[in-house]
């Protein structure tokens, strides 16, 4: 077997770590790539799976969205189902912490280390439209990956922001009741997936590693509430960033307690290397319901119905229900907030809630991230196309339809789940997919 790309201190330290274990582990790098998805319950369902399901190889049994699929044969990054947001493709090991946090609809969520958005978007699916979450990544080139993962899977009530974890403390103290801690690691889980990583790896970078982890879960602990839980993960095996880092934070702060923590080895699971941690935090003055009672959120300033004519002319003419709540404008662009919306003053949020589209001269232009939001029963007309229809392929690429519609904006659906808009005109289906989406 080939192993020359890892680096021999790495070596070394698994075999010590592992000791009988370590020539399994090291014949799993043999093993080919393998691959998942998840799919999204915000807009999936079991016919969604039964469509795809000749590119499925089963289930992932520690996530109940994920599943395998054949890589060599399909690729689920060029289907309409994942324009439209129906499913994320997603490491199986990567789905393992959500599952351990069990966010609940209601909960106020912060994943504090977010891009690309995996667990993100996993958090959305289970709150299910309820409670907030806030995904927060600090570098800004990422932070606009995640904004758009977290768009294209038509989620509602989150809040995007590109802030280092010590701001974020500041300005939430005891406000969130589940954190997801996907920490900055060394990586070396993925050494199988990405050679390159390999050379960016040394012991040294691995204490680094641990000293900003440490850095991240202290800030992580001043934003949760008295009972809430954090998950810590790791995409890494070494437990200087692992075990040991979770033994030091609670040595740290005594009144969190570690609940449950499992080790995913590509040697023993079908997914890479992944460690995660379920802390509590106590709550023996009984004090949640009050930092709960205390969130500061955001405060909505009334719009001028005049200001906002176009638009009320756009959901009367296109929407099933009054999408008048919680409106927000900053300049041209208006978006509706979730309830309970955090007050992200002095914060860089690069994504308010739902954007719900422009304000021009004597019209409203409805944004992609509206449609992809949206579900068929909730708009005055829409337009069904097969996946596997010629349909599907033209509209990705930017061409019209034509289909008996009434005159109008009409959400375009793919086996009936929204994947954009279109703009009837006498029977003609005018393309109102982004241009920096559509297929070449």
Known sequence: ?????????????????????????????????????RFNPIKADDKAIENIKDMLTGPVKWSPNGYYYDDENSRPGVHPYHHGGIYYIQDASAQLPVEMLAPKPGDFCLDLCAAPGGKSTQIAGYLNG????????????????????????????????????DKLAT????????????????????????????????????????????????????????GGRICYSTCTF????????VASFISRHPDMTLIEEKRLWPHEVEGEGHYAALLEKADPEKRAEDCKAERETFSFKKINDKILNDYLIFIKDTLVDKWRDNLLLLGDLLYM???????????????????????????????????????????????????????????????????????????????????GWGKTVKGQIKNHYPKGLRKV
Not at 383 to 399: A, R, T
């Open 130 to 165: 309820q409670g907030i979450l806030v995904s927060n990544e600090p570098m800004k080139n990422r932070a606009k990956i995640l904004s758009e993962n977290v768009e294209r899977l038509g989620i509602r009530n989150a809040i995007v922001t590109s802030e280092y974890p």
């Open 337 to 419: 907030l979730p309830d309970g919306c955090p007050d992200f003053e002095g914060l860089h949020v690069l994504r308010g809630g739902l954007f719900l589209g422009t304000l021009k001269k004597n019209r409203f232009e409805p944004s992609h991230a509206l449609a992809l939001a949206l579900k068929a029963d909730e708009v005055k007309r829409s337009f069904n196309v097969s996946s596997d229809s010629k349909e599907i392929e033209d509209y990705l690429k930017g061409q019209s339809l034509m289909g008996d519609v009434s005159d109008g904006w009409t959400l375009i659906t793919v086996d009936g789940y929204s994947i």
């Open 238 to 245: 070494a437990k200087l960033e692992d075990e040991e880092a």
């Open 171 to 226: 300005k939430f103290p005891e406000y969130f009741d589940k954190i997801m801690v996907d920490a900055p690691c060394s990586g070396e889980g993925m050494f199988r997936k990405n050679h390159d990583a390999c050379a960016e790896w040394s012991l040294e970078s691995v204490e680094m590693c641990a000293a900003r982890q440490a850095e991240i879960l202290d800030r992580a602990y001043e934003m949760l509430v008295p």
């Open 1 to 37: 077997m080939d192993t020359s790309f890892l680096p021999i201190d790495f070596i070394n330290r698994m075999e010590q770590d592992l000791g009988p274990d370590f020539h399994a582990f090291l014949r799993s790098y043999e093993k080919s790539k393998i691959s998942a998805l």
